[in-house]
């Protein structure tokens, strides 16, 4: 096998951001005792992320291609590359004065999150065990230093330690599952994998196992049920902007690889799967929306409903359908296309909502209910523009919420899975119970609370992010054409690789 | 030969035995360990269903990909003390039961 600078061009977006992370620690380097300004780190960040979105979009037209015999670059992983670099273009603009005036040590900082970026455009584009563990494991340990990078905060430090110990654990068993993969059918291409797992009898003792134990790793990573303890520590003691791209683009990097290492590796033994993933996705929702009921603190109701919301995610992914049995292409709910819509929708959807709770923290120094009351005379556009991320959470029609979820439970139902369907609109009808509450204490505060003092400002980026995401909102949600034919493209693309 | 299954077994006490001490020890610093036992059980399915594979001196996956899980786990020690460390420094204290700060 001979791998030539040629056959590397299609990672040129990918090695072009890699570039900017090193050129960031290079200026640092230079910069001398002082070190340079977090503010031109930033700068640099946001362009090459940039450089990585465009190149995402540039090769969205063209032929599937793979690079390096491991990285697939196709409608699937542009689609995923696409929700990545606009989750953490978005974060780093918006969230970029809150982390420069917190972080100590601006270049590291900055540096590592264009080398999350990288990491995760690896990860939904790996067709190989070796690189997608490798690929994961990149992205968490960067995770686990951006979580605890605010090193004299208390909270920062201990959602850091706690997030590593259940990610390297998560992963350490991923790994374990990945090896009986790897024994049973003595490769580590996946679509090599699916096909020994499709044809070779003898070998299916290993399918049980090697599921569960990597279902376990990415369950890990995209918070669902049983392996979700980290997710409230975590996204409530990291930085608020750290915690926005965890809640989005890393949790569709878990869920792409997912889709993936099932689609291709599992794709003839559905059967085993199917009631795992239906299971895991009833357990999680109802564990999310039960535990929101009764938080106190805003940022925690959130890291709650984004496991809630990982649930129902999952439901598209769950009812998948079977490529050999029906055509795809005839079809327009497939499941997995349901499974991106919702992840373009909730990436606008919950950056804003992260960011309305950053600019809050901004300016009243904390993000409990009591800090968000009476918010709409301190700045009735944040409260405003909240209100629209709860109603896409809660999947109101017209925002982009309601068309994710039209597309994941029409794919439930066709598939008749009523049950699930059942289970997953009572937990919206609960999720809307907290989801108002928060609209209600920001709109009609109670008349006895006063509001928190006010002690900064939003800051102009951070209302220009909000707009921009309020404006995403409604374009998923009012002309989502667009993003439906680019899901439906990626989608039949990874159904019918077999 | 040693048969392969004999392999698998030690791998599989070494991951429960890291699996063990990674839920049921209070102290970070053990927690870690158990997480490497974990990887190591997983480089020895690696390197024993390597050996034992169809074509052992072509196909080399097994082997590499044990260097790189040697790799990612040198890694892993190195930011998980950073951040024993930095608790550490807060708090004067390691163990998992006092970090209590987020709850809820």
């Given at each position: 096998?001979?791998?030539?600078?040629?056959?590397?061009?299609?990672?040129?977006?990918?090695?072009?951001?890699?570039?900017?992370?090193?050129?960031?620690?290079?200026?640092?380097?230079?910069?001398?005792?002082?070190?340079?300004?977090?503010?031109?780190?930033?700068?640099?960040?946001?362009?090459?992320?940039?450089?990585?979105?465009?190149?995402?979009?540039?090769?969205?037209?063209?032929?599937?291609?793979?690079?390096?015999?491991?990285?697939?670059?196709?409608?699937?992983?542009?689609?995923?590359?696409?929700?990545?670099?606009?989750?953490?273009?978005?974060?780093?603009?918006?969230?970029?004065?809150?982390?420069?005036?917190?972080?100590?040590?601006?270049?590291?900082?900055?540096?590592?999150?264009?080398?999350?970026?990288?990491?995760?455009?690896?990860?939904?584009?790996?067709?190989?065990?070796?690189?997608?563990f490798?690929?994961i494991e990149?992205?968490s340990i960067?995770s686990y230093?951006?979580v605890g990078?605010?090193?004299?905060?208390?909270?920062?430090s201990e959602a850091g330690l706690k997030y590593f110990l259940y990610g390297s654990v998560a992963s350490a068993i991923m790994l374990y599952g990945m090896t009986f993969?790897?024994?049973?059918?003595?490769?580590?291409?996946?679509?090599?994998?699916?096909?020994?797992?499709?044809?070779?009898?003898?070998?299916?003792?290993?399918?049980i196992p090697a599921v569960i134990l990597v279902m376990a790793g990415l369950g890990f990573k995209t918070s669902l049920a049983p392996f979700f303890q980290w997710t409230p520590d975590t996204y409530e003691g990291a930085?608020?902007?750290?915690?926005?791209?965890l809640?989005?683009?890393?949790?569709?990097?878990g869920?792409?690889?997912m889709?993936?290492?099932?689609?291709?590796?599992?794709?003839?033994?559905?059967?085993?799967?199917?009631?795992v993933?239906?299971g895991l996705?009833?357990l999680t929702?109802?564990a999310g929306?039960?535990m929101?009921?009764?938080?106190?603190?805003?940022?925690?109701?959130?890291a709650y409903?984004?496991i809630?919301?990982a649930?129902?995610?999952?439901?598209?992914?769950?009812?998948?359908?079977?490529?050999?049995?029906?055509?795809?292409?005839?079809?327009?709910?497939?499941?997995?296309?349901?499974?991106?819509?919702?992840?373009?929708?909730?990436?606008?959807?919950?950056?804003?909502?992260?960011?309305?709770?950053?600019?809050?923290?901004?300016?009243?120094?904390?993000?409990?209910?009591?800090?968000?009351?009476?918010?709409?005379?301190?700045?009735?556009?944040?409260?405003?523009?909240?209100?629209?991320?709860?109603?896409?959470?809660?999947?109101?029609?017209?925002?982009?919420?309601?068309?994710?979820?039209?597309?994941?439970?029409?794919?439930?139902?066709?598939?008749?899975?009523?049950?699930?369907?059942?289970?997953?609109?009572?937990?919206?009808?609960?999720?809307?119970?907290?989801?108002?509450?928060?609209?209600?204490?920001?709109?009609?505060?109670?008349?006895?609370?006063?509001?928190?003092?006010?002690?900064?400002?939003?800051?102009?980026?951070?209302?220009?992010?909000?707009?921009?995401?309020?404006?995403?909102?409604?374009?998923?949600?009012?002309?989502?054409?667009?993003?439906?034919?680019?899901?439906?493209?990626?989608?039949?693309?990874?159904?019918?690789?077999? | 030969?040693?048969?392969?299954?004999?392999?698998l077994i030690l791998a599989a006490f070494v991951f429960s035995a890291g699996l063990f001490a990674a839920l049921g020890r209070r102290n970070a610093i053990a927690v870690l360990m158990g997480i490497e036992l974990m990887l190591n059980a997983a480089n020895i399915n690696l390197?024993?269903?390597?050996?034992?594979?169809?074509?052992?001196?072509?196909?080399?996956?097994?082997?590499?990909?044990?260097?790189?899980v040697?790799?990612v786990a040198a890694a892993e020690v190195a930011v998980g003390l950073a951040l024993v460390i930095s608790v550490y420094?807060?708090r004067?204290t390691v163990n998992l039961d006092d970090l209590d700060l987020l709850k809820g």
């Amino acid at each position: 096998m001979e791998i030539g600078f040629a056959s590397l061009a299609p990672l040129l977006p990918e090695i072009l951001v890699s570039v900017g992370a090193l050129l960031i620690l290079i200026l640092d380097t230079t910069a001398g005792k002082q070190g340079g300004s977090s503010r031109g780190y930033m700068a640099i960040t946001v362009i090459f992320l940039l450089l990585g979105l465009v190149g995402a979009f540039v090769q969205l037209g063209g032929q599937p291609q793979t690079a390096a015999y491991v990285v697939d670059i196709d409608s699937f992983s542009l689609f995923l590359k696409m929700i990545i670099y606009t989750a953490m273009l978005l974060t780093a603009i918006a969230g970029g004065g809150y982390l420069n005036q917190r972080v100590s040590g601006g270049a590291e900082f900055w540096s590592s999150y264009l080398f999350i970026s990288v990491a995760m455009a690896f990860a939904v584009s790996a067709n190989n065990l070796l690189l997608i563990f490798v690929a994961i494991e990149f992205l968490s340990i960067t995770s686990y230093i951006l979580v605890g990078s605010i090193r004299e905060d208390l909270r920062s430090s201990e959602a850091g330690l706690k997030y590593f110990l259940y990610g390297s654990v998560a992963s350490a068993i991923m790994l374990y599952g990945m090896t009986f993969m790897y024994g049973a059918t003595g490769s580590l291409n996946l679509v090599e994998i699916g096909t020994v797992f499709a044809e070779n009898s003898t070998v299916h003792a290993a399918i049980i196992p090697a599921v569960i134990l990597v279902m376990a790793g990415l369950g890990f990573k995209t918070s669902l049920a049983p392996f979700f303890q980290w997710t409230p520590d975590t996204y409530e003691g990291a930085p608020t902007p750290v915690t926005a791209y965890l809640s989005t683009a890393s949790k569709a990097v878990g869920f792409a690889v997912m889709a993936r290492v099932l689609l291709m590796a599992f794709s003839a033994n559905a059967e085993v799967w199917v009631p795992v993933l239906g299971g895991l996705s009833v357990l999680t929702m109802f564990a999310g929306n039960l535990m929101a009921l009764r938080q106190t603190n805003v940022k925690r109701m959130f890291a709650y409903s984004s496991i809630a919301q990982a649930g129902y995610i999952l439901l598209g992914l769950t009812a998948v359908v079977n490529s050999n049995v029906v055509d795809v292409m005839s079809l327009s709910m497939n499941g997995l296309n349901g499974m991106l819509i919702y992840l373009m929708g909730y990436l606008f959807t919950n950056i804003g909502a992260f960011m309305v709770v950053m600019a809050v923290e901004n300016m009243t120094g904390g993000s409990d209910y009591a800090h968000f009351t009476g918010l709409v005379k301190r700045s009735p556009w944040l409260a405003t523009a909240m209100l629209v991320f709860l109603l896409s959470l809660v999947g109101i029609p017209l925002t982009a919420g309601f068309v994710g979820k039209f597309f994941v439970f029409g794919a439930t139902i066709q598939h008749q899975y009523y049950f699930l369907a059942v289970m997953a609109l009572i937990n919206v009808a609960i999720s809307a119970f907290y989801y108002m509450t928060v609209a209600r204490i920001m709109f009609f505060p109670a008349e006895d609370g006063e509001p928190a003092p006010t002690i900064g400002g939003a800051g102009i980026g951070v209302q220009a992010i909000v707009t921009i995401c309020v404006i995403g909102v409604f374009w998923v949600g009012m002309y989502p054409a667009l993003i439906i034919e680019w899901a439906n493209t990626a989608s039949q693309y990874l159904l019918t690789i077999l | 030969m040693v048969p392969l299954t004999w392999y698998l077994i030690l791998a599989a006490f070494v991951f429960s035995a890291g699996l063990f001490a990674a839920l049921g020890r209070r102290n970070a610093i053990a927690v870690l360990m158990g997480i490497e036992l974990m990887l190591n059980a997983a480089n020895i399915n690696l390197i024993a269903f390597w050996r034992y594979g169809p074509s052992p001196a072509q196909n080399l996956d097994g082997q590499i990909f044990a260097l790189f899980v040697i790799a990612v786990a040198a890694a892993e020690v190195a930011v998980g003390l950073a951040l024993v460390i930095s608790v550490y420094r807060n708090r004067r204290t390691v163990n998992l039961d006092d970090l209590d700060l987020l709850k809820g």
